[in-house]
């Protein structure tokens, strides 16, 4: 399983920005799919998740209204597109695999991890 995330960059305060993963591999279609972050200095923490089989989402709160997970089964990419981005969203941003199917919000809980796309938002 290979995950290649892209689209990470600098932007401003309220601008917006669109983060893809390409998963190949195997089939995911029983997977979920997830995004975390990790600013310097601090964990990893879950920014959403999406089932790859019917696409429902979840997300952290700290990114709910302003973050949208999405899908495209044909090109077998995850996005995640960032809008009214803040400085506090500054970090690495990861994309990862779950195998067993469940909506997980641990890193723990991802079997598979892409490299990471650094998004940096200026004030």
């Known amino acids: 399983v290979q995950l290649q995330a892209s689209g990470g960059g600098l932007v401003q305060a309220g601008g917006s920005l669109r983060l893809s993963c390409a998963a190949s591999?195997?089939?995911?279609?029983?997977?979920?799919m997830g995004w975390f972050r990790q600013a310097p200095g601090k964990e990893r923490e879950f920014v959403a998740a999406?089932?790859?089989?019917?696409?429902?989402?979840y997300y952290a709160d700290s990114v709910k209204g302003r973050f949208i997970i999405s899908r495209d089964n044909a090109k077998n990419t995850v996005y995640l597109q960032m809008n009214s981005l803040k400085p506090e969203d500054t970090a690495v941003y990861y994309c990862?695999?779950?195998?067993?199917?469940?909506?997980?919000?641990?890193?723990?809980?991802?079997?598979?991890w892409g490299q990471g796309t650094l998004v940096t938002v200026s004030s």
């Open positions: 990862a695999a779950d195998r067993w199917g469940q909506i997980a919000t641990m890193p723990r809980e991802y079997d598979y």
């Open positions: 591999g195997r089939t995911f279609s029983n997977y979920v």
């Open positions: 999406i089932r790859w089989k019917n696409g429902s989402t």
